[in-house]
């Protein structure tokens, strides 16, 4: 069936360096993409969105980057901090779908200091 | 603070007891969401309330059954419910039904026993 879904469910970087979570998803028809921020004991927190008519946005240390061809989308984190700890999620949006969200599986980022 | 908050943080019952989930949001939307998280799967959806109407309901089980009093406030009743159904449930709002940012609350850590 239609999924979102992550490559990796555990990525460990070191403080300072950049880093790059991804995403794959099957539905051609989604048009609307949003990369959620989740630390623990908290619920998701809105990073960063991109439409399907983009292929890269920016935002304040975070890029993500959409490839349609491949049905890919990436969340880029510079200069990744401590901070940055938690589990990152993305998110499709179907216009034919009641414009609901539906969620990838999730992957941890650890950073280690 | 996303501006919306739920009680109780945490909750545990047992399979005949009835509790509820209360959810409010300080940010004048007028969609409302109840999502549950269990480890290791994604976010799934339960139930939409646009306008105090409930619009979505993803196949939930009747064991739970939301009430939307008003635009700010959503409730999610609980009753006889399964060992299963342990999982942390969030609340979110978005401007709008499909309204592409949702925030969302801390969420309630349920434990059925």
């Known amino acids: 069936g239609e999924s979102v879904g992550l490559h990796l469910p555990t990525l460990s970087v070191q403080e300072g360096d950049n880093s790059i979570i991804n995403c794959a998803y099957s539905?051609?028809?989604?048009?609307?993409f949003i990369w959620y921020k989740q630390e623990s004991g908290k619920g998701p927190q809105f990073i960063i969105d991109?439409?399907?008519?983009?292929d890269k946005r920016q935002g304040q240390r975070v890029t993500v980057l959409l490839n349609k061809t491949v049905k890919h989308l990436s969340l880029q984190i510079a200069a990744t901090q401590p901070g940055d700890s938690a589990v990152y999620f993305c998110?499709?949006?179907?216009?034919?779908?009641?414009?609901?969200?539906?969620f990838g599986g999730g992957t941890r980022l650890m950073v280690k200091p | 603070e996303t501006g919306v908050t739920q009680t109780p943080r945490h909750l545990v019952m047992g399979m005949t007891n009835k509790k509820s989930l209360k959810c409010e949001q300080h940010?004048?939307?007028?969609?409302m969401y109840w999502y549950k998280q269990s480890a290791k799967k994604p976010l799934e959806l339960m139930f939409v309330?646009?306008?105090?109407?409930?619009?979505e309901n993803n196949s939930v089980p009747s064991r739970f059954s939301p009430e939307c009093p008003n635009s700010s406030h959503l409730f999610l009743h609980l009753h006889t419910l399964q060992p299963e159904d342990s999982a942390l449930y969030l609340c979110?709002?978005?401007?709008?039904?499909?309204?592409?940012?949702?925030?969302f609350g801390p969420g309630t850590r349920l434990t059925v026993t």
């Open positions: 979110a709002s978005s401007q709008d039904q499909g309204g592409y940012e949702q925030y």
């Open positions: 539905n051609s028809a989604s048009d609307y």
């Open positions: 991109i439409r399907s008519n983009m």
């Open positions: 998110a499709e949006i179907k216009n034919n779908a009641g414009n609901m969200l539906t």
């Open positions: 940010l004048g939307h007028n969609a």
């Open positions: 309330y646009n306008f105090k109407e409930q619009t």
